[in-house]
């Protein structure tokens, strides 16, 4: 009885005490002036977002366009997590480097999406002008967006244009030209990223490039809008550098991506879009290996260390209707390991291999790359390569027409090899300084037209003042050894400062 009696009284406390706590918690809201407060600012912050959307429904789309770009111009580069916040959904391990300031986030590797990630863009101005206006909702759920940039440069050279030749900076590469500014490239990109992130069905994505300016000179295809430059010698002009269609299959190990199109070649630390460069030249290494490719390519995730790629195209730089030497099947092999601790990651093969008959641009390329993170805020970046062409001639034909500028000083076995290191500083959120150094031995002259060996040595900086401008200032020397390669072949050495300017839209 003793037992019931006290277990009563407790029910009957219990009870005393939930009832009389809620008038004292609503009157302690009531008192409570911060509280109050913080409902009726949540209440107007809803009502002005509501209102706002609705304003912009019925604004032109050059008034939207304009009002994003004005947001985003004051909008950081880049923002680091808040303490203890949730990375993004990703089922590979983190991105080893902040992109921006750094062009990419992963471990090199091309020709695909990074297998495991989302795929996710944040909308620049134009798409977000789109989402705000009628038909917003339809473009979030199609995932297809439209963005680009403007690029160009300026640069004070030691060298100078010629009667015979505008071209008294090269064998550097794109500012052929110098003492001048340029128009790189007008960039214009519609694409559908898949998400290889979600392992529960296939997915699949496109992505249609078109570019204006100088650097087409250095895209084209032979057969593909190539008068411009094989005939005409325009310094600017039209190309559309990648123009594919991805397929993303979940079940195939860790997951497998069928890319079909034209694609950007996969190996290489640079690339021809500006954006995913570390500088504002491109070193020698890259300006006269492979450019793109048009066929069908794999890319398998075997696990977190190993990715296997193959593929099968019609050779390098020539559309597939064109009748030339090298218009043939050609394979492309390459392998990517990263190191189970994320500071390493080599990316190496066989870029493209078929007979090797003397062809415009029938490079067999073996390379490789070699990346290493000491921390944070330092990496280092080494790629070397191997190229050659069978039975060269060193005239232009019907067959081969003019091809980069130059033909081997001898006909035969036409090889060429080179080495190049980057090596990357943060100096800021926002920023980082990069010193590159490289040796490139044209053997014959098949790429540049001088049988010998270059060095180059440049400095630069990247600096993103926010989340649409990049800039990059850079000192280049460049130094050939055997014959005067520079100032249209006048001189053995040649400075150059350049500065280029990215804007994004």
């Not at 980082?432 to 040595?457: C, I, L, Q």
């Amino acid at each position: 009885m003793k037992r019931n009696k006290c277990l009563f009284i407790a029910i009957c406390a219990l009870f005393v005490g939930i009832v009389s706590a809620v008038p004292v918690s609503r009157a302690q809201e009531a008192s409570n002036p911060t509280l109050r407060e913080r409902a009726k600012a949540k209440a107007q912050e809803e009502k002005v977002k509501s209102e706002t959307a609705a304003h912009k429904m019925r604004e032109p789309f050059w008034k939207r366009l304009d009002e994003a770009m004005l947001e985003q111009l004051g909008t950081p580069a880049y923002t680091p997590p808040p303490p203890g916040a949730t990375p993004a959904p990703r089922r590979i391990p983190p991105a080893p480097f902040d992109s921006p300031p750094f062009p990419a986030g992963d471990w090199q590797i091309g020709g695909s999406p990074i297998i495991g990630d989302p795929g996710e863009l944040a909308p620049y101005p134009l798409m977000q002008a789109m989402y705000d206006g009628p038909g917003g909702d339809a473009w979030k759920k199609s995932k297809i967006q439209i963005y680009g940039w403007i690029n160009f440069s300026g640069n004070i050279s030691t060298s100078h244009p010629s009667n015979a030749s505008q071209n008294g900076n090269f064998p550097l590469i794109y500012d052929e030209r110098p003492n001048r500014m340029e128009l790189n490239q007008f960039v214009v990109y519609l694409e559908r990223l898949a998400d290889e992130n979600q392992t529960d069905h296939i997915d699949w994505g496109f992505r249609i490039s078109t570019l204006y300016g100088l650097d087409y000179r250095f895209t084209i295809s032979r057969g593909l809008f190539s008068d411009q430059l094989l005939k005409n010698n325009s310094y600017s002009g039209f190309d559309m550098p990648m123009v594919y269609f991805d397929l993303y299959i979940p079940n195939v190990f860790q997951g497998m991506n069928i890319r079909i199109g034209r694609i950007i070649s996969e190996p290489d630390i640079e690339a021809q879009l500006a954006p995913n460069n570390l500088m504002a030249t491109h070193s020698l290494l890259y300006g006269f290996d492979n450019y793109t490719q048009t066929g069908i390519f794999t890319t398998t995730k075997i696990n977190d260390q190993w990715t296997i790629q193959a593929g099968l195209s019609n050779g390098t730089d020539v559309a597939l209707w064109q009748k030339d030497p090298g218009n043939q099947p050609t394979g492309t092999v390459m392998i990517q390991w990263t190191a189970p601790n994320q500071m390493d990651s080599i990316y190496a093969g066989d870029n493209a291999f078929n007979d090797g008959k003397f062809g415009y641009n029938n490079l067999q390329q073996i390379v490789g790359t070699w990346t290493h993170k000491f921390n944070d805020k330092i990496y280092s970046t080494t790629e070397a390569w191997y190229m050659y062409m069978e039975d060269a001639i060193n005239h232009p034909t019907k067959d081969v027409p003019f091809q980069s500028g130059s033909f081997p000083v001898r006909s035969g076995y036409a090889p060429e090899w080179a080495v190049l290191n980057y090596t990357m500083f943060r100096l800021s959120r926002d920023a980082f300084f990069t010193v590159r150094n490289e040796y490139f031995n044209d053997k014959v002259g098949s790429r540049t037209g001088f049988a010998t060996p270059y060095t180059e040595h440049s400095i630069g900086i990247t600096w993103w003042p926010d989340k649409l401008i990049t800039i990059r200032p850079e000192l280049r020397y460049d130094h050939s050894y055997d014959v005067p390669a520079y100032n249209n072949g006048t001189r053995h050495d040649q400075f150059v400062f350049t500065t280029d300017v990215i804007f994004h839209f």
